[in-house]
């Protein structure tokens, strides 16, 4: 066995047309590759004509992928067998079609395209962004952005050439998606920020309020001020009034910005923000931009931006630090505290769960502190080891780790016998 598939990764037994869907999907959005000769568990098993086998495939991709992908085919011999190696290279002229259609890699299947994600690989091939995108409307004011460009940058007043230089307005002469987006008023309506506040329960609701057909400036400002609303608070410390965080206003707003300009805006779908009395979850929609994995989101500094000009604009207006760096940015606002921010990236959204800050009620009692502690020392734990580590018995144990994994302080791992437990 030498792997397991994955969203790079393909195995085939022999070679069967099948394999071009997936040389479809790894051009159209990032490099993989394909094993020939070894199942779809992982084991060899090896194939008995190398040349032959390579020119079968070498024709099938240049006879029915359009337009031709950039490919490289080697072979490798593991435990005296040998097998072909095909690695397929993202292209920049998608979409790439396998008999008439687009292919994606989901999970460690291949699927077809539907038509919404048809037209952005199509936008990416003539390289042009959906902001960049004549809007339908034309008829806009920018009032907002104005008064924002007044204050930060110290403008006199908006004009044409302004907006050029932010790219919202064409060199042809027209709004594009982006400027709809930017303006006062516009006709977006299924696509802006929805907010509910929610009581013991996801069934007792509290308060709801949904941003739509404003600027994307406006829905940014006013998804801050139902932050404030219920997350801050003021406490008098001698004669002076201090104002306190349930949780930290700087990762809020970075994440609210962040969902703002890297969300799909063609998708028509709210961002989903869902506060509770211990956290808030945030939804965007859309996953992450073609070309760029999972670590590296989150550890590496790279931001492909899906919206380069409102990513501009936002960071015209300070209101992000600079491209690349959001996640670090939430990440530093949870420096001193035990809980920490959650990520979980699909391929259809990207939600980031925000919790209280570990103070008064949600702090640790001496029972969860005792095994945060031991998991401080340890990179994992298992429950057996925790229970003899700590004298608690069997339920008592599981009753704290599945408080901390709530809390999002521990992180569990596996599942049955092999399970362990570390600090997240």
């Known amino acids: 066995m030498i792997a397991k598939e994955s969203n790079t990764l393909e195995f085939k037994l022999e070679v069967t047309d099948t394999f071009l869907k997936t040389v479809s999907a790894f051009s ?5 590759q394909i094993k020939f000769g070894v199942d779809d568990n992982g084991s060899v098993v090896g194939l008995d004509s190398i040349k032959k086998d390579s020119l079968k495939i070498e024709h099938k991709i240049n006879d029915s992928v359009k337009p031709r992908p950039t490919y490289q085919l080697s072979e490798e011999e ?7 190696v095909l690695d397929v290279f993202k292209g920049e002229d998608t979409p790439y079609y396998y008999n008439g259609k687009a292919y994606k890699r989901s999970d460690t299947s291949t699927v077809e395209v539907d038509r919404q994600e048809l ?21 806009f004011e920018f009032s ?3 008064e924002k460009l007044k204050s930060v940058a110290g403008i006199e007043r908006l004009t044409i050439d302004i907006l050029k230089t932010l790219r919202v307005y064409d060199k042809d002469g027209y709004y594009n998606v982006a400027g709809g987006l930017l303006a006062d008023e516009n006709d977006n309506d299924s696509s802006g920020i929805d907010i509910v506040r929610f009581g013991d329960d996801i069934n007792r609701i509290l308060d709801r309020e949904t941003f739509v057909n404003q600027s994307v400036l406006s829905m940014y400002d006013n998804a801050v001020k139902v932050f404030e609303r219920y997350y801050q608070y003021e406490e008098v410390e001698g004669y ?3 104002k306190k965080e349930l949780i930290p206003k700087e990762a809020f707003r970075e994440a609210i910005a962040n969902a703002l300009i890297h969300r799909q805006w063609e998708v028509r779908s709210h961002i989903q923000v869902a506060m509770y009395g211990d956290r808030i979850e945030i939804n965007s929609p859309g996953g992450l931009p073609a070309g760029i994995s999972e670590s590296e989101y989150m550890h590496e500094q790279v931001s492909l931006l899906r919206n380069p000009i409102l990513a501009g604009v936002f960071y015209r207006l300070d209101l992000i630090e600079q491209f690349g760096t959001g996640i670090k940015k939430i990440l530093r606002a949870y420096e001193d505290s035990i809980t920490k921010p959650d990520f979980t990236i699909s391929e259809n959204y990207i939600k980031v769960v925000l919790p209280v800050l570990d103070r008064e009620k949600y702090s640790l009692t001496t029972d969860d502190l005792k095994v945060f502690l031991l998991l401080e020392e340890e990179e994992s734990l298992s429950r057996n080891e925790l229970d003899s580590r700590t004298g608690f018995n069997k339920s008592k144990t599981i009753r704290i780790l599945n408080n901390l994994v709530d809390k999002n302080i521990v992180r569990k791992e596996s599942s049955g016998p092999g399970t362990t437990y570390r600090l997240k």
């Open 28 to 32: 159209n959005y990032r490099d993989g």
């Open 78 to 84: 593991i435990d005296g067998k040998k097998i072909i």
């Open 119 to 139: 037209n952005r690989l199509v936008m990416e091939g003539l390289n042009i962004d959906y902001e960049e995108n004549r809007s339908l409307r034309q008829d």
């Open 144 to 146: 907002v952005l104005e």
């Open 240 to 242: 002076t009034r201090v």
